[in-house]
């Protein structure tokens, strides 16, 4: 007889060999007509191309060889969509002040405020995909949606009538109501729209993969990765090819180009639709929260079992949720575990179809998965308030150094092309080269897990916000040796010196926004994806609105009694240096909580 190890080795070849073998797929997936799915036709890399891109599709034949046998498609919803909304917003601002003729502040307020409601409106795509819709119906819808809201931007930048006139000298011409309306209602409608694609397409993307095969899940962590090289691509054209032609070639083709790449998106996204796999919607997860926290209520006196098999469970082999795989029982948060105790009057009838009175263990479990995946979240916060520095405060330091090269002026914003060509270079290094590394160390089956992926890119943060410091450290003692620490000019340090910065915060985006979509992906209940996918973006809002915060309170604590403050508008006279500290610090205080949130997470136990 074998010892124990071998015994375990045989019985894990045995089980990745009936995996590999079997015919179907094990997660519950389905095909369009809600049928089982073959495993040899459906899925895998085959669909990814419908989603991530023709650009990506193109990169990956040579980095990923699983693609070389899959045929080249026009474009793909993600990779379009993100060149649309970054051809959007990145150029936003100069189109309210140059063509609308709003002032800086109001121009200012506009873009914040749609720029939030576009991280806010995946909550509504969420819900809708995961209770009703299922992610399929709900990318397809409000990619419609997000269409028809560029083709109306477009048609207000391209029609005279719906533009104030030019400006002559210095007098502007204010745009009238109507002509606001029809630019704001293709604006938002794109705000919408982009609620439905943002929480669903990395879901459906990594839908494709089945989570009861060993392989497939490994297949599954590389699509994270291509799925976040994906965006950044789009980044990188928008933010300089469409850039280039909305101020040099015109506006109303600057907003058409994006347009047309999204209708040949959702194009490409439906010819796909025979080799997807769908997983059916589980039903409003809200409700069913409020049904666990009703029941236990309801039982608050009675005693919880010790033994967890006497808690209320369907006997099939599904679970009554549908779409969902059946959750194994957790000994956490117990006070939860009141709503699935079999009541004495309940067992006497033989009646457990009311959900308010008596809920499933799965039931309960993925409200104990939501209450662990919480601290976690919060993590993301602080992270997301640190990325929020690309766009504001290393701009603003940008600004005041030497931004010739040669015969040119490089704007200080363009230096974030470094933090895009960073996460370019990086994805595929950490895909090709580190995580088979690290799974040779390790023995995991992505090499990091998604918890140790995210606590690197929170180290690395740490290190930019240390960078961004010390460069200006540097730039402050020029100043004050040149003696223009009263004068707003630039110094002479050259802006590449941000270079660092921006290639570290590219490098942390890797591991910790990347680790995050695998998390909220793998952890999540099945019938949930959406819904947690859309929780982990509202960390960037909440990290924009955090930033803005601390800045608020900097300003206030450092200009007391009559000083200039860190943050002045001479920056020379200030001490931007200190706010980068102090980022830096509250970077390692989270990433100290994070490491105890994540030694104390329990992951899921799905059956």
């Known amino acids: 007889m074998g010892t124990r190890d071998e015994e375990t080795l045989l019985l894990e070849d045995a089980l ?76 936003l601002v100069s189109y309210l002040t ?66 104030p006139p030019e400006c002559i000298d210095s007098v502007c011409p204010s745009a009238s109501p109507a002509q606001y309306l029809i630019f704001f209602f293709g604006l ?16 459906f993307g990594a839908d494709q993969f089945d989570d009861t095969d060993s392989v497939e899940r ?44 999204m209708g040949i998106a959702i194009a490409s996204f439906f010819s796909g639709t025979p080799l997807y796999r769908f997983q059916k919607p589980g039903g409003s997860p809200i409700t069913r929260f409020c049904q666990v926290l009703v029941a236990s209520f309801r039982k608050w ?32 948060l117990k006070c939860l575990d009141r709503a699935a105790i079999i009541s004495d009057a309940e067992s006497r009838r033989g009646d457990y179809s009311d959900p308010w009175k008596l809920c499933t263990v ?19 916060i602080v992270f997301s308030a640190v990325y929020a520095q690309m766009s504001t405060m290393f701009v603003e330091q940008g600004m ?19 933090d895009v060509i960073s996460v370019i270079f990086w994805v595929p290094v950490y895909d090709k080269f580190l995580m088979p590394l690290a799974r040779k160390i390790t023995g995991k089956e992505r090499g990091f897990s998604e918890l140790q992926r995210m606590g690197i890119g929170l180290f690395i943060s740490v290190l930019c916000m240390s960078a961004a410091a010390i460069v200006e ?38 591991f910790t926004f990347i680790g995050q979509l695998e998390f909220f992906y793998d952890q999540s209940p099945d019938a949930m994806r959406s819904l947690c996918s859309a929780f982990s973006l509202l960390t960037t809002a909440l990290g924009n609105y955090l930033s803005s915060f601390i800045l608020t309170v900097v300003t206030f604590l450092t200009t007391r009694g009559g000083k200039p403050g860190w943050i002045p508008d001479n920056l020379n006279e200030g001490h931007l240096d200190y706010f980068f500290w102090l980022l830096a610090a509250l970077s390692f205080g989270n990433m100290l909580v994070y490491v105890f949130c994540a030694k104390m997470y329990k992951s899921k136990k799905a059956s």
């Open 400 to 418: 005041v150094m030497d931004t010739s090269a040669g015969s040119f002026t490089i704007p200080a914003a363009s230096l974030s092309s470094f």
């Open 16 to 91: 990745a060999e009936s995996e590999s073998n079997r015919l179907y797929t094990g997660d519950g997936s389905v095909d369009i007509k809600g049928n089982p799915v073959l495993k040899s036709n459906t899925g895998n890399w085959r669909a990814c191309p419908f989603i991530l891109g023709i650009y990506n599709t193109i990169i990956l034949i040579v980095l990923v060889p699983q693609f070389s046998n899959l045929l080249i498609h026009l474009a793909g919803t993600e990779c379009c969509e993100r060149l649309a909304y970054y051809g959007i917003s990145t150029n």
């Open 98 to 163: 140059k063509k609308l003729h709003e002032g800086n502040v109001s121009a200012a307020r506009n873009v914040t405020t749609w720029q939030g409601t576009c991280y806010l409106t995946p909550l509504i795509g969420a819900v809708l995909a995961d209770a009703y819709w299922g992610r399929y119906w709900t990318i397809a819808a409000f990619s419609t949606l997000y269409f028809i809201g560029m083709c109306t931007l477009t048609v207000s930048a391209t029609i005279p009538a719906f533009m």
């Open 301 to 332: 006196n009675v005693a919880v079992p010790d033994d967890s098999s006497l808690l209320y469970e369907t006997p099939d082999k599904n679970s009554a949720i549908e779409g969902s795989r059946k959750l194994l029982h957790t000994d956490e």
């Open 188 to 203: 938002y409608l794109i705000a919408l729209g982009t609620g439905g694609i943002k929480p669903c397409v990395s879901s």
């Open 362 to 380: 799965t039931q309960v479990e993925e409200l104990k998965i939501l209450i662990r995946m919480f601290p976690i979240w919060a993590t993301g």
């Open 473 to 510: 450290i540097w730039r402050l003692s020029l100043a004050r040796d040149l003696g223009v620490t009263g004068e707003a000019v630039a110094v002479p340090l050259s802006i590449f010196w941000q270079i660092p910065q921006y290639f570290l915060l590219g490098a942390a985006e890797v």
């Open 218 to 261: 490994v297949k599954k962590g590389s699509f994270f990765n291509w799925f976040y090289f994906s965006i950044n691509i789009g980044a990188l054209i928008s933010s300089s090819l469409i850039v280039w032609i909305q101020d040099n070639a015109g506006w109303g083709l600057g907003f058409g180009i994006p347009a047309l790449f």
